[in-house]
Every structure is written in structure tokens, then in C-alpha cells.
């Protein structure tokens, strides 16, 4: 294919993604079925029982699928995305879909909207606030890497650390998964491990300067 042809497509794709983002929600299924995403029902199911009552944070938003999943249960999300894309993802503006999304499932005074790279938000971010962080941003092993750094410190002890597109080949996810030393819980793509103080040890040490 043609690159060209493949510019077409995908700007056909993001203008077919828009004018969706502007309908009313389809009623069936309580996650946001139509909202681009590679998540599943089950990931998002997931992702729903992980966040009940407590405070998420959530890398990368992209449409807003999985935190309207997480906003659905949680007492507040904060979803960190510069909306620009990546370079898995392509490079697409998703702010005011994402925005519309998030109202059309009426979760939106749950979500805090933090428009910027992870590695401009989190340093505001406090150590030990959340119960849960989802990292679904930039899929190489280095981001990937880089984004655990960012926020390991801010989970509690005993909170939890979700990483999504675990065990696929082209993605640096299950690398770093692996170098947390813990036995993931995995639910279709999804892989999720308990943050000990042990953990937030060992990454320092394996990391030196690189952990903030
Ligand atoms: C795989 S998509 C997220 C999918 C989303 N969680 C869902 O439910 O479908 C990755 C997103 O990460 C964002 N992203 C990539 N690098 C980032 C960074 N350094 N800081 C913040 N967002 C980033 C991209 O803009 C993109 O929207």
C-alpha cells in the first residue's frame, strides 16, 4: 500500500472517528463500545473492578475508553494524555473526542483532565496517592520504562500498577513487566501487579538515577 493511500486512510479513519465521538451513546454494553479501542469487555471489566471506590491514575487516554471503564467505578480518575498520538498510534488530535466521550457516558466530573506528557505531569503528581495506575501510553520497552519510573512512587503500598498490551511481541510492555519481579495477574492484555515497598526498591536499584 501505497504511502499515500495509507495517509487517505487513516485520515478517513480519524474523520469517521470524530463525527462517532458526536452521536449519542449506543445503549448496549456499559463500556463504551463506541469508542475506538483495542481494549476488550473483559479488560475493561477489569479495569472497572480494579478502580471501585479509590483514585486512579490513568497514561495515556487516547478516545477515552478506559477511563470512562475506570470512571465508571471510580471515586475520581486522573487521565494523563497530550493527545497528540504516538508513534503505535499514529498522529491523531483526540482532546475534544475524548472530552465528548467522557460527558456521553456521564463520567466526566469523576475524570481530572491532565492535557501534557506524563513526564511534565507526574512530578506534580504526590508519592502514595493512588490506588491504581494504568499505563497505556507510548508502547515501547524505553517509554514503557520511563512511564514506570515516572509513577511508581505515586501508588500506595498495596495499590496496584496496570500495564495494557502484555504479551504482545511488538510491544516493549511485557519486558518491563518482567523487570517489576512480581507474577502478573493477566486478564486478556492486560497484566497487573501489587505494589510492595519491596518493588519500589528493587526498580530504584535497577534503575539508579533514571527512577525519579
Ligand atoms: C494506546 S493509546 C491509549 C489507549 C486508551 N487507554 C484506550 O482505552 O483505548 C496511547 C495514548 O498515549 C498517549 N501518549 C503517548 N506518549 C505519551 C506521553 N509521553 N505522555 C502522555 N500521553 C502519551 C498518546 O497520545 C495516545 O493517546
Known amino acids: 500500500m ?6 487517505r486512510l487513516r485520515f478517513g479513519l ?11 451513546a449506543r445503549p448496549h454494553g456499559p463500556f463504551a463500545p463506541d469508542v475506538p479501542s483495542s481494549l476488550t469487555e473483559a479488560e475493561c471489566r477489569l479495569l472497572a473492578e480494579l478502580a471501585r471506590e479509590g483514585e486512579a491514575l490513568e497514561v ?7 477511563t470512562i471503564a475506570l470512571g465508571s467505578t471510580a471515586r475520581a480518575v486522573h487521565a494523563v494524555d497530550w493527545h497528540r498520538g504516538d508513534g503505535h498510534t499514529g498522529p491523531l488530535g483526540t482532546l ?3 472530552l465528548r466521550n467522557l460527558a ?3 463520567v466526566r466530573d469523576r475524570v481530572v483532565v491532565h492535557v501534557g506528557r506524563i513526564e511534565d505531569v507526574a512530578p506534580a503528581l504526590r508519592d502514595g496517592r493512588f490506588d491504581l ?6 508502547h515501547t520497552a524505553d517509554a514503557v520504562r520511563r512511564d514506570v519510573d515516572l509513577v511508581l512512587r505515586t501508588v500506595r503500598d498495596g495499590g496496584k500498577l496496570a500495564f495494557h498490551d502484555f504479551g504482545r511481541p511488538e510491544y516493549g510492555v511485557s519486558e518491563v513487566v ?3 519481579g512480581a507474577d502478573p495477574q493477566v486478564v486478556d492484555t492486560i497484566a497487573v501487579v501489587e505494589v510492595t515497598p519491596e518493588m519500589k526498591r528493587r526498580w530504584s536499584e535497577l534503575r539508579g538515577d533514571a527512577a525519579t
Open 104 to 106: 456521553r457516558y456521564g
Open 60 to 66: 495515556g487516554s487516547w478516545f477515552g475508553r478506559s
Open 2 to 7: 501505497s504511502a499515500a493511500l495509507r495517509r
Open 133 to 138: 495506575v494504568f499505563v497505556d501510553g507510548y
Open 96 to 98: 475534544h473526542p475524548f
Open 178 to 180: 518482567r523487570e517489576l
Open 14 to 24: 480519524a474523520a469517521w472517528r470524530s463525527v462517532a465521538s458526536r452521536l449519542p
